[in-house]
């Protein structure tokens, strides 16, 4: 009778496992409905690729020439942080008029324009005193990512970057995240968005908040389903104690 008492008690912890690991598997996966095939992007999606200076980023700037000694009163900045991870402490700060104070040609408005188009129009402007300058231009930003768990910062540097590409970068998802009631915040030009994304329907690529923009912020809220997460410390409790139980079991046998 004893045993038949644990063997119950084992079948009700199997049970509850799986009533509550249960749930909408569509909601498990990102874009679930998408189908292979070729599509052409959308003039939002090309737009949105396109990531653009705004007024509070900063701008680094490196300009040389044949005779680097020459240009290097151009430079404020030191490269060696940049050349070792890719990131930078200073540069030059967007003003609210959108505008970059740059030595010996002044400002220059920046505000709206992509890094190649900043990058000709300083080199166009030094043209005029020096002889074939190379002109280097560097967006770097910041794209925050939150999941109810923990958080992470993902840099953006000049190259356009997805919400998929970040989600995989954070590296903190969990299989029941509510895929399909993300939050993207974002401030531009005086406004706060809220956006709700559903990353589950194949209708987020055509969205225009796929590509991010610098100093984004993205809330994955995570699921009440989450007795299989990892760090479930009741998941954790209840495995052990089955454990111990199945333990005790095989000696009572023997």
């Not at 991870?85 to 010996?104: A, C, H, K, T, W």
């Not at 190259?159 to 029941?176: H, M, P």
Request: hydrophobic content about 35%; overall charge positive; some cysteine.
């Amino acid at each position: 009778m004893l045993m038949n008492k644990f063997q119950l008690l084992i079948l009700a912890f199997t049970g509850m496992f799986f009533l509550t690991s249960c749930s909408n598997t569509n909601r498990m996966y990102y874009f679930h409905d998408l189908q292979p095939g070729v599509s052409k992007l959308t003039d939002s999606a090309k737009m949105a690729s396109e990531l653009r200076i705004k007024q509070g980023d900063r701008v680094f700037v490196h300009v040389t020439s044949s005779d680097p000694t020459l240009t290097a009163f151009l430079n404020p900045f030191p490269t060696e942080n940049f050349a070792s991870n890719g990131q930078q402490s200073g540069g030059y700060l967007v003003n609210r008029s959108g505008e970059i104070d740059f030595p010996m040609l002044g400002t220059i408005k920046v505000d709206g324009y992509t890094t190649e188009e900043v990058t000709k129009m300083i080199k166009t402007k030094l043209s005029v005193y020096y002889k074939d300058p190379y002109v280097y231009v560097n967006l770097s930003g910041k794209i925050y990512f939150i999941n109810g768990r923990s958080g992470t910062t993902i840099s953006l540097n000049n190259q356009r970057l997805t919400i998929l590409e970040a989600i995989s970068q954070s590296g903190t998802q969990e299989i029941y995240d509510r895929k399909n009631q993300m939050w993207l915040i974002r401030e531009e030009n005086g406004e706060r968005t809220y956006a709700r994304l559903d990353l589950t329907d194949k209708k987020i690529f055509d969205s225009p908040y796929y590509y991010l923009h610098n100093n984004d912020v993205l809330y994955l809220q995570p699921g009440k389903f989450t007795f299989l997460s990892s760090n479930n410390p009741v998941r954790t409790a209840i495995t052990f104690g089955a454990l111990v139980l199945s333990l005790f079991l095989a000696l009572r046998k023997i």
